[in-house]
């Protein structure tokens, strides 16, 4: 096969900690990617045939095959994101099989048959069920962020549904994602998942391909177009875009639990987490002890690679930094205080960025109101929760929202008030992981639905099978007569409850029958 090979000033061509060249990956030609999925679809055809349980078996299989070489693999993220490898074995890599465990659990509970209750007396004889049938080719575009574990979402439902997939990764990840799919090939064989390379022209392409379904995980903007022409494809779609959380600290916050979460979901995966908390809303009687502590913290936490063990990794590449120095420019200007961070480290070596804590911040600063992905949080204080509510449903994105206190009945009530698809008390974020709960949000963060089985009808479409196991006519078909008028009305005398009625529809159709058949017979003389 031709192909094109990436440059080093291309994107995923350094390391975002050193800045040193990775090794080359090539691109897939646009004019490629048709076949490709061609080789899928001949792949899932046999693949759907499978039972469930061996679906299960082998994917447990790719799984444990993944856990064996994680060293391995957690060296190429390491590579990729800058992250520290004792990072990357913890968040992207050591869940897999676990993932896998429950993903077979919800696939269990979604893709049995299901009976149709059919009423024997209004319609005697017949039965229904519906099935689950795989859509057939599934396209998985993915961002960089977490490079390997983003795909477990949607690859596992897919695949035990009985689909193929192609996966898309980032072009700033594209070894994580190469990596993976020839795991799975080892063990499910050619075709089954197909991987393809390159920037937005090939995710174009793929969605122009002949897919049967595409799920999408980036940008606003992109996700906009990926929704839009997958209408225009009439091929079922998900796309999960952005996000800016909030997080509402009240009075009566366990401090030391909070002070501990906050640091830990603002600055997570460097905070280039969609499910990050950007915004901290917390009450005016608490704010000059908490934000003191929380700067503290945001000092202590080290920024690969400083260190072996890192809580942090760098930026994954310029234009990220440019926006996280963006922000926190226009916030500075606009009169918020500098409490931590604020600048790069190592020297200024490779992307790495402190953690940093802006307080006093106000609604109009773009890191109150734009998606910042960076280790940044911004401090808003409010007089009450009330305050905090509205300020914090404010935003065009709606992920998660977490609320901090000792009530939780007061901390439920609230986050039910929250406009998100996540609502938390006392954590945030940690649903992300986890195989059986929807990973959904409103507004900008889009209409998807990710992991669990909500997600279901992305990868499968409902499938009726109707059987009739009656001998003779249907008492309401052709021809009419006398007696169908009195079939009607005693039908809705039976709709009603009438008791009776179940008998009188017997003799009805009883005359009804013997009259069509003599119709019918009729038609031989």
């Not at 993932?99 to 979604?110: C, L, M, P, R, S």
Request: aromatic residues 6%; proline residues 5%.
């Amino acid at each position: 096969m031709n192909t094109e090979t990436i440059d080093h000033s291309r994107p995923g061509a350094r390391s975002p900690a050193t800045g040193e060249a990775l090794s080359e990956v090539d691109t897939t030609p646009v004019e490629a990617i048709a076949g490709i999925v061609e080789e899928a679809r001949e792949a899932q055809a046999d693949w759907a045939k499978a039972s469930l349980g061996l679906r299960s078996r082998m994917l447990l299989e790719a799984a444990e095959a993944v856990l064996e070489r994680s060293e391995e693999i957690a060296e190429i993220i390491s590579q990729e994101t800058g992250k520290s490898v004792p990072e990357v074995l913890l968040n992207e890599v050591s869940g897999i099989n676990e993932y896998a465990k429950v993903a077979i659990k919800e696939a269990e509970a979604t893709l049995g048959p299901a009976k149709v209750s059919i009423s024997r007396v209004a319609y005697p004889g017949k039965k229904a069920v519906v099935e689950s049938v795989p859509r057939g080719v599934v396209g998985i575009i993915a961002p960089w962020n977490y490079p390997f574990s983003i795909f477990f979402k949607p690859l596992f439902p897919a695949l035990l549904a009985g689909n193929a997939v192609v996966l898309k990764p980032s072009e700033f990840t594209p070894r994580t994602g190469a990596w993976l799919a020839e795991r799975f090939t080892e063990v499910l064989g050619d075709g089954l998942v197909s991987v393809v390379q390159g920037g937005g022209d090939v995710g174009a392409a793929l969605l122009e391909s002949g897919i049967d379904a595409v799920t999408f995980t980036g940008s606003v903007a992109t996700g906009r177009k990926v929704a839009a022409r997958a209408g225009e494809l009439l091929i079922p779609h998900s796309v999960e875009l952005g996000g800016k959380d909030a997080a509402i600290v009240l009075a009566d916050c366990n401090f030391e639990r909070t002070l501990a979460g906050i640091t830990q979901w603002a600055l997570h995966n460097c905070g280039q987490n969609c499910g990050a908390i950007e915004r901290l809303y917390i009450e005016e009687s608490i704010a000059d002890d908490f934000v003191s502590r929380l700067a503290a913290l945001f000092e202590k936490v080290r920024v690969a690679p400083e260190f072996e063990y890192c809580e942090i990794g760098p930026l994954q590449n310029p234009a990220q930094l440019e926006t996280v120095e963006r922000h926190i420019d226009d916030a500075l200007k606009k009169g918020a205080e500098l409490l931590a961070g604020g600048d790069r480290c190592n020297g200024g070596q490779g992307l790495g960025f402190r953690p940093t804590l802006l307080d006093h911040c106000t609604d109009e600063m773009d890191v109150v109101r734009e998606e910042t992905f960076g280790p940044v949080i911004a401090v808003l204080r409010v007089e009450d929760e009330e305050e905090a509510i509205r300020r914090a449903n404010a935003s065009n994105y709606g992920l998660n929202g977490s609320v901090w206190t000792t009530d939780l009945t007061r901390g439920k009530a609230i986050a039910r008030r929250l406009d998100v698809g996540v609502a938390l008390v006392n954590n945030h974020a940690i649903p992300g992981s986890m195989a059986n709960i929807p990973w959904t949000g409103t507004g900008d963060t889009g209409t998807g639905i990710a992991a669990s089985r909500y997600s279901y009808p992305t990868f499968i479409r409902h499938q009726t099978i109707f059987v009739d196991s009656s001998r003779g006519p249907d008492p309401w078909w052709f021809p009419f007569n006398e007696d169908t008028r009195e079939l009607s009305e005693t039908l809705i005398e039976f709709s009603l409850g009438s008791v009776f009625s179940a008998i009188k529809l017997a003799g009805i159709a009883k005359r009804r029958v013997k009259a069509i058949r003599e119709w019918v017979s009729e038609s031989g003389n």
